[in-house]
């Protein structure tokens, strides 16, 4: 099945920084990719996507680029704050019959120090 | 708009209790369903996943088991709790492939 490797397992960057997280993923099949945001205690929430036919996408401070040669995406936060904070997760998808499913990477936590 | 409800929020129990956790789907028909594991650390881990009333597939094998009784209706169960157990339960739905997963408030599991 998918495997999704997601690197740093914590990042702490000072408020106005960038941060950048990285993911690998190991089936060649996997055609979305989402990125999810989760605050200590509640549920994750998606922040931005991409699909395999795009290799980068940005909203606002928040920008996602694909490599699919070499399997790898990676979350790019600029100008960050202390709200940024949290932990966040990669995952990828592969498109079945009327269904996917979602594999997750292990986390990355950031902290954001004002 | 589609909301999704799962209950309860805080669970403790004790082991060889059994367990069901329940989580319903508003607005929507025909969701696919998921059931994921967070245990200590932060990993999301699939449970389980249905596409339709009855089907249940698994993708690891553990002492829990899922069921799906009604099109918007998902529900996580144990005969006997262990302490591997604990852990932070989320169910989620999607909709069309490769479409975003919107999860549940989560259920925090103790078991003592």
């Known amino acids: 099945g998918e495997n999704v490797e997601q690197h740093p397992s914590t990042l702490s960057v000072q408020e106005g920084d960038s941060a950048v997280i990285k993911c690998t993923y190991s089936?060649?099949?996997?055609?979305?990719f989402p990125w999810y945001k989760q605050e200590l205690g509640k549920r994750p929430q998606l922040i931005i996507d991409i699909r395999s036919n795009v290799g980068e996408k940005k909203d606002q401070r928040i920008a996602v680029t694909l490599n699919k040669t070499a399997k790898h995406f990676s979350l790019h936060i600029t100008e960050t704050q202390p709200e940024d904070s949290a932990v966040y997760f990669c995952?990828?998808?592969?498109?079945?019959?009327?269904?996917?499913?979602?594999?997750f990477g292990k986390g990355t936590m950031l902290l954001v120090s004002p | 708009s589609q909301t999704i409800h799962q209950w309860p929020a805080t669970l403790v129990q004790p082991v060889g209790s059994p367990l069901s956790l329940e989580c319903t789907v508003e607005g929507t028909s025909n969701p696919n369903l998921y059931w994921y594991r967070q245990a200590a650390g932060r990993g999301l881990q699939l449970l389980f996943y249905?596409?339709?009333?009855?089907?249940i597939s698994s993708e690891v094998p553990q002492n829990l088991s899922a069921s799906r009784p009604q099109d918007r209706q998902f529900i996580l169960s144990s005969k006997k709790l262990l302490l591997s157990d604990s852990g932070f339960y989320l169910c989620a739905w999607g909709g069309q492939v490769n479409t975003e997963a919107f999860f549940g408030q989560g259920t925090r599991l103790t078991v003592v």
């Open positions: 089936d060649s099949a996997s055609n979305y």
């Open positions: 249905s596409v339709g009333i009855g089907q």
């Open positions: 995952a990828a998808s592969i498109g079945r019959s009327g269904y996917s499913t979602l594999t």
